[in-house]
């Protein structure tokens, strides 16, 4: 299945809002505390999709991008080997109108296997209607000491193509010559950068976004560095620029 939908000149940006659930309110504030407000920035910014959970798409999508449905997920209250198993089913998805579903698997979790099994069949069923499966990729667990190791991410990355997903989500190394090896790892299968908490400074951010494009991922998947922003609007802008545009980041923020 193609992600073109998700694609403007074979770049995309995503707008990743599942983090009520994975982390707790505590990581919103009075303003993006309402997922209306992120479907209107989704819209509003031109992203080329949101993500959503399950509950959140039911009652605030309306159509006005592309949707990723989160079919998987878990808390931070749950310590040990992490896990996150189906929540929603495909058809579900499918019919609240998502052109893609997502899928969080730990690698390296004592769990791995559980989560592999589970993507094999979600993708096998996305792909029959028509939709894309997108691998949420994070190393970790007991095993994991570094998930931003270049090999580790290469892995990850290689992992995602192994088992057809149709883009891997994963973090950056921190410098693009590695990173083109992880991206060369994951074939066929699109690169998307995970965004990470928000980074000590815009432009600390906007350089790993160069970074990850100049080592050829198609784009991010990103959250907090944009609802957390003061102006999540201008940020909106700020990216398209530096990725759909493909400018630089001095040029990026020339606004
Ligand atoms: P952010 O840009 O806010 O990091 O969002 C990306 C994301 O993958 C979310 O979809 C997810 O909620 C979160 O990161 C998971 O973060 P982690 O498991 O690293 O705490």
């Known amino acids: 299945m193609s992600m073109e939908v998700f694609l403007e000149n074979g770049r995309g940006i995503l707008l990743a809002y ?3 659930l994975e982390h707790g309110p505590t990581d919103l504030n009075e303003r993006n505390v309402d997922p209306a407000s992120i479907m209107g920035l989704a819209v509003s910014g031109r992203f080329n999709g949101v993500v959503f959970q399950k509950g959140l798409a039911e009652r605030y999508y309306d159509g006005g991008v592309p949707l990723i449905l989160k079919v998987n997920g878990k808390t931070n209250l749950v310590k040990g080997e992490p896990l996150a198993r189906q929540n ?3 058809k579900r998805a499918h019919e609240i109108g998502a052109k893609g579903v997502g899928y969080t698997i730990y ?3 004592a769990h791995e296997s559980i989560m592999f099994e589970e993507f094999g069949r979600i993708q096998e069923e996305a792909h029959k209607l028509g939709m894309a499966a997108i691998a949420w990729i994070y190393p970790r667990g007991e095993a994991i000491k570094n998930d931003t ?3 580790i991410v290469a ?5 995602g193509l192994e088992l057809g997903a149709d883009a891997v989500k994963i ?3 921190g410098d693009v010559q590695s990173f083109r090896w ?4 994951a074939g066929k299968a699109r690169v998307f950068m995970s965004g990470g908490p928000k980074a000590p400074s815009e432009v600390d951010f906007l350089t790993q976004v160069r970074g990850v494009l100049d080592a050829g991922a198609a784009g991010l998947a990103v959250g907090r560095n944009v ?3 003061s102006d999540p609007s201008r940020m909106a802008r700020v990216l398209r620029r530096l990725v759909i545009e493909d400018r630089s980041v001095e040029e990026a923020v020339k606004i």
């Open 182 to 185: 992880a991206v060369k790892s």
């Open 149 to 151: 190791a270049p090999e």
């Open 18 to 20: 599942d983090q009520g």
């Open 155 to 159: 892995y990850a990355a290689r992992t």
């Open 227 to 229: 609802w957390q922003n």
């Open 171 to 173: 973090k950056y190394t």
């Open 88 to 90: 929603c089913s495909v």
């Open 107 to 109: 690698v390296g979790s």
